[in-house]
């Protein structure tokens, strides 16, 4: 039947496949959203309960995203050595640790010690399952199947919102500690169904096992020729001879990461140096923009806006998730039609705008003596905006555009090094968030973010060409090849040919 690869798979089932193994994959990024959202609600009862300082609040708050330095950054070698699935069983593993600590939270310490560890989870999972979504996609479907780790973690936030919200009446010793510690449940059944997934294919060649990698590939291209063609086009990204047949070779040269930091920090090629500037900047403005302080610190600022009842605060922050989510799986209808290039710079620009007006409403409420309904209205209007904007552009493509750059041997240290950047600010804005408006005030706070984000945007229309359908790498000169040298024109060879 037309359609059909050799296994018999037709183009609808191999897409439905791949869609499964990234969503599954995708799973541990739902129990890293869910303990970011959750928290946001669970800081009001814990603080009243353990009796802590503000100070403390934003060790927890952060704590877990600069721990997730660890992981992120031993995860590219680890994901190289062992593949790419058996590092989401070790981050469910040691995510579910880390949220039995949590969940019994005796002290302060103890609850530290949960988060701490289930950082290190956090960032093994946002390196590998992006790059396990993309190494099992095809170019036509790779940005929606690439941004799935981002829709996950979108939905866990919003279902943090919704368990504060339903859980806020339990009594307050044990209301708190079930929000957080449900999520190991989750993180046993990940670990136990990820088994079922298949291997990348790209690891496998890399490990020599060309049989396994075009069975995995027949199963989830939409016909048996993009199947062979995605097979040599890794194959000559590995090394390994395009016209080999054999079913196990030797890798022309060792891929476990040995040489691989060399390469990327020591002595780049211009081409390597651009790619890494491109990865690494998006990773950094994503939350220099200054999301997280609005998906940790929501009560808080609409409590600043004039609303005082913590009912009303848990629900209007449960709305908050919700257009998160929906604009998120808004953005991935969008990115393998609009592209990456004008999804980002659209969602940038609102964001400096929603930034500002969020500024203005919150200094208005905050210099007046009583509540005022239309400084109110602005800031529930703006933050939700500010929230729509990000999540249609910068979320998704943050994580697709990292994943998809990199050549194929630089992927997985140059993958955990976007991870880094991205925890060390998500920790940085997180820990430092309620200080900060203390010290420049709330409205300031703001201001200050949409300042970052105008250098956010004047960098991505420099330095980041669209990636859309480009392969990693292609042997024939293409419309994609010519596009990329116009918007990249220094770039002589494009990093998907390296």
Wanted: charged fraction near 15%; charge should be positive.
């Amino acid at each position: 039947m037309e359609g059909q690869g050799e296994s018999g798979v037709s183009a609808r089932g191999a897409k439905t496949y791949a869609f499964a193994c990234a969503i599954i994959a995708s799973i541990i990024s739902i129990l890293m959203g869910y303990d970011t959202g959750v928290m946001s609600g669970a800081m009001l009862f814990m603080k009243e309960d353990l009796n802590i300082q503000d100070e403390q609040v934003e060790v927890l708050a952060g704590i877990m995203n600069i721990c997730a330095l660890v992981g992120s950054l031993t995860a590219g070698r680890l994901s190289d050595w062992i593949g790419r699935r058996y590092t989401i069983v070790v981050a469910s593993i040691i995510f579910f640790v880390g949220a039995v600590l949590m969940g019994l939270g005796l002290n302060y310490g103890m609850l530290f010690s949960g988060r701490c560890i289930a950082g290190v989870g956090v960032g093994y999972a946002l390196m590998v399952a992006p790059v396990y979504s993309a190494e099992i996609s095809s170019p036509s479907s790779r940005g929606f199947l690439t941004s799935l780790p981002e829709i996950c973690i979108s939905a866990g936030i919003l279902l943090g919102y919704v368990s504060n919200y339903f859980l806020r009446h339990l009594p307050l010793k044990y209301g708190w500690r079930l929000m957080l510690g449900v999520a190991a449940v989750p993180s046993v059944m990940l670990a136990v169904g990820i088994l079922a997934m298949p291997e990348s294919p790209r690891w496998l060649v890399m490990q020599g096992r060309l049989r396994d990698a075009r069975e995995v590939l027949l199963r989830v291209s939409n016909t048996k020729e993009e199947a062979e063609l995605r097979l040599r086009e890794i194959k000559a990204a590995a090394g390994v001879d395009e016209s080999c047949t054999d079913d196990v070779v030797e890798p022309v040269a060792t891929h476990r990461g040995e040489g691989v930091w060399k390469e990327l920090l020591l002595r780049p090629t211009p081409a390597v140096r651009r790619i890494l500037i491109a990865a690494l900047g998006i990773h950094f403005f994503e939350h220099a923009t200054g999301i997280e302080a609005v998906v940790l610190y929501t009560p808080r600022i609409f409590k600043k806006a004039g609303i005082s009842s913590r009912s009303k605060l848990l629900f209007v922050t449960m709305g908050m998730g919700v257009t998160k989510t929906a604009f998120i799986l808004v953005a991935t209808f969008l990115l393998d039609k609009v592209g990456r290039r004008p999804l980002l710079l659209t969602s940038v620009a609102g964001m400096i705008l929603s930034l500002s007006s969020l500024g203005i409403g919150l200094t208005m409420a905050d210099h007046s003596q009583q509540t005022l309904p239309w400084a109110l209205g602005l800031c529930i209007a703006s933050l939700l905006l500010f929230v729509a904007f990000f999540s249609v552009g910068l979320a998704p493509v943050t994580w697709v555009y990292s994943s998809e750059i990199f050549p194929l041997r630089l992927r997985a240290q140059g993958a955990s090094m976007g991870v880094a950047v991205n925890r060390l600010m998500n920790g940085t804005v997180s820990m430092t968030f309620i200080s900060l408006y203390k010290a420049i005030t709330i409205g300031g706070a703001f201001f200050l973010f949409a300042g970052i984000a105008v250098l956010a945007w004047i960098f991505f229309f420099f330095c980041c060409p669209e990636t859309k359908g480009c392969p990693w790498r292609g042997s024939r000169r293409s419309s994609a090849r010519d596009a990329m040298e116009a918007q990249w024109p220094r770039s002589r060879e494009l990093p998907w040919r390296m």
